[in-house]
């Protein structure tokens, strides 16, 4: 999920009449987050971002307790731990 500048920025793009593949290459994200976001208002958007923060914080203690033992470990090992650990978690 895009964070609400990014999502402000793409309303901003929007009402300045950018296309949506032109405001994806000038935040250099992917169109398809461009698309995404591009006819959702800012109420549903935080109603979303809510649910997805606190969807994580189920799983919070785990990666901590991951970042403890291996600070260094990579985004990708600790996603692949979380499958392991929670074979029903439904994430990105």
Known sequence: MIGIEQYRKIQEY???GLAQT????????????????W???????????EKERYH??????YILEQ??????IRDTNV???LMEAFPDLQVK
């Open 39 to 49: 006819n959702m208002s800012e109420k549903d958007y935080v109603k979303k971002a």
């Open 22 to 37: 032109k405001t994806a290459k000038a935040l250099g994200i992917t169109y398809s987050s461009v698309s995404k976001y």
């Open 14 to 16: 929007k009402a300045l």
């Open 79 to 81: 996603y692949l731990k």
């Open 56 to 61: 994580m914080d189920n799983y919070r203690q």
């Open 67 to 72: 970042l403890k033992l291996c600070p260094q």
